[in-house]
């Protein structure tokens, strides 16, 4: 019986990404029944100017925004972890549980109100960093505790300075979990909707943003297809990521 | 002059005191150990030494110069840890060049001495072999030519053999000997195994408390301790409370739980005062009517026996409630729980202490 509802969980939980995939190759404009085998609409997406210039936005965005958070979330969850500092755990924890259009709305406030800023990729790459630093911290700090103290100790003993500590010992071994850290803030970053929507503004589009103002319209096979690779793209990223910091991603903090 | 001098070290965290006013000297060449159970400070006092802690008052001086505000990677002081701290992501080979690198030596000289070295340790076939491909003992050789490899003024090994196994453990202390021999290197070593610092040490210091105990050759601070933790703590002995009954310059005379003993002088000793009567087991024989000629002598009932395959440890209860321990070798009589015997110990040895 509890397998009969775990099957229906799962079912529930892929079917509708299943169906995404296998209509993106469907030689119909209909979303209602198989035709027959296509890659027309992915001939289609790649002459959609709007649509490619809205993925180079994303990619942009992403990366920038995942640089910066792997920087400060770096050295954020080394702190944390060294020197015990819990409440800048707290800090930089509390944006990773709030609720996404409480960060949108206030970060928008914040811009035209306080900064008396232009809405544009500015704007939303910092709301990126802003929600991502947390993410990166985690792993990174998850890393740092999985590593002997006595490390540290052994290399200032044997003549090591506190920066070549860090340089030949901390980083080497912690660079799984960074890149794990850079690849979370990436895949976040490329599919995230809420927070961008709000501080994005008129003329700036990214994926996700163009994906919904086309389905205002219909869901047309070109969306499938085009969210059939933003998928491929973060399972691709979220895989690559478990395998270098597998404690980190496995809740193991 | 000393090699190190520690001067009234005193450390303390909140209101527990690791080491309280500690001092000692430590010469150069000399194979130092320090000794106690666990939380007696040992530990402190070689970070303190390392440079991961700072003495809350008094002085650490290496060559007679004061290391206070020296960080522990300009002290001329190596460590070989407890879990050997190997780096992880490093061969053996750049495990023990670490320290050559961080010193900024020629490549090649780097490359010949660790060649070396990796010799010295049997373990040139796992140069580039991960620590975590390494067996215990050969982890345990690479953290030792690590620590070697820059010729400290003091290597610093903390309970570094405790993790082996038996075997190994003994193999390593000979090895240890001969390297601290063949090399001069004046070695720190901790551990709370008794028979472990008598076996390596030249002197031993014995801490309990965060306080000195007692500092001296292995075989005084075994044959001659100057208190009854440092009887108790190092080897077995057999204690028994004792009064005073005279003290001359030749002997006393001990009434011990109905028994007469009499024992080696002790200037210090007055008549009528209390303490301990203790005689190691290796002291105790154990018979029949033979022992009569021994000065102290008395009849008791073997309570427990030991067998040891070498040797048996036989426990004797005397009447009066005293109770003697004895070390016989397997080579003769054995004797059986329940059985009438004998025990004795000539008039030299045993030792009184104060309560």
Not at chain 1, 12 to 31: E, G, K
Not at chain 2, 273 to 283: D, L, M, S, V
């Amino acid at each position: 019986m509890h397998r009969l509802w775990a099957a229906s969980v799962f079912l529930f939980l892929y079917l509708p990404l299943v169906v995404v995939v296998v209509y993106s190759f469907n030689d119909s404009r209909l979303n209602a029944e198989w035709v027959g085998f296509t890659l027309g609409w992915y001939r289609e997406l790649l002459r959609d100017g709007d649509m490619l210039k809205a993925a180079g936005n994303s990619l942009a965005v992403a990366f920038i925004s995942s640089l910066i958070s792997t920087l400060l979330g770096t050295m954020a969850g080394i702190a944390i972890q060294r020197y015990r500092l819990r409440f800048l755990n707290f800090l930089v924890m509390a944006p990773v549980a709030m609720p996404e259009i409480l960060v949108g709305v206030s970060l928008l406030l914040f811009y035209i109100q306080l900064m008396d800023m232009s809405l544009g990729m500015l704007t939303v790459v910092l709301a990126h960093v802003a929600f991502s630093v947390g993410f990166v911290a985690v792993v990174v700090r998850v890393s740092v505790a999985s590593l002997d103290e006595r490390l540290f100790e052994a290399a200032r003993d044997l003549g090591a300075s506190p920066f070549e500590v860090f340089r030949r010992i901390t980083f080497p071994l912690i660079l799984p979990g960074i890149i794990a850290g850079f690849l979370m803030a990436f895949t976040l970053s490329i599919d995230d909707f809420v927070i961008t929507f709000f501080t994005a503004g008129v003329g700036f589009q990214t994926l996700p943003l163009r994906i919904y103002s086309m389905i205002k319209i219909s869901v047309t096979p070109e969306v499938n297809a085009v969210s059939t690779l933003l998928m491929m793209l973060t399972l691709f990223l979220t895989l690559v990521a478990m395998r270098l910091a597998p404690d980190a991603l496995k809740g193991k903090a | 002059m000393a090699l190190l001098e520690i001067r009234n070290a005193t450390r303390r965290f909140g209101r527990f005191a690791a080491l309280e006013d500690v001092s000692l000297t430590i010469e150069s060449g000399e194979f130092f150990t320090l000794l106690g159970p666990s939380g007696c400070g040992k530990t402190t006092l070689l970070r303190m030494i390392a440079g991961f802690e700072k003495p809350d008052a008094g002085q650490i001086l290496l060559d007679g110069r004061d290391l206070a505000g020296i960080p522990p990677e300009k002290r001329p002081v190596h460590t070989v840890f407890q879990s050997y701290a190997l780096f992880p992501h490093m061969t053996a080979f750049d495990n023990i060049a670490f320290p050559l690198k961080m010193g900024k030596r020629p490549e090649r000289e780097i490359r010949e001495r660790v060649s070396r070295a990796l010799g010295d340790v049997h373990l040139l076939d796992k140069a580039d072999a991960y620590p975590k491909d390494l067996s215990g003992g050969e982890q345990q050789r690479v953290a030792l030519a690590r620590g070697l490899i820059n010729r400290p003024r003091l290597l610093l090994l903390d309970e570094c053999l405790a993790a082996l196994d038996a075997k190994l453990r003994v193999e390593m202390q000979i090895e240890l000997i001969d390297l601290q021999k063949e090399l001069g290197i004046t070695f720190v070593f901790v551990t709370h195994a008794q028979d472990e610092a008598l076996a390596l040490s030249h002197r031993i210091a014995i801490l309990n408390h965060g306080r000195v105990e007692q500092v001296g050759e292995p075989s005084s601070v075994y044959g001659f301790p100057k208190n009854r933790f440092v009887a108790d703590f190092i080897g077995h002995i057999s204690q028994v409370e004792a009064c005073v009954k005279e003290s001359t310059h030749t002997h006393l005379r001990l009434e011990a739980q109905g028994l007469e003993i009499i024992a080696p002088p002790l200037k210090s000793a007055a008549a009528g005062e209390k303490g301990i009567f203790a005689i190691r087991p290796e002291q105790v024989r154990i018979g029949h009517d033979e022992l009569s000629e021994l000065r102290n002598h008395f009849a008791g009932t073997v309570v427990s026996v030991l067998y040891r395959g070498d040797v048996s440890e036989y426990k004797v209860g005397l009447e009066g409630g005293a109770s003697i321990e004895a070390l016989l070798p397997n080579t003769g009589r054995a004797f059986c729980v329940n059985d009438k015997v004998c025990v004795g110990w000539r008039h030299d040895v045993g030792m009184y202490l104060h309560e």
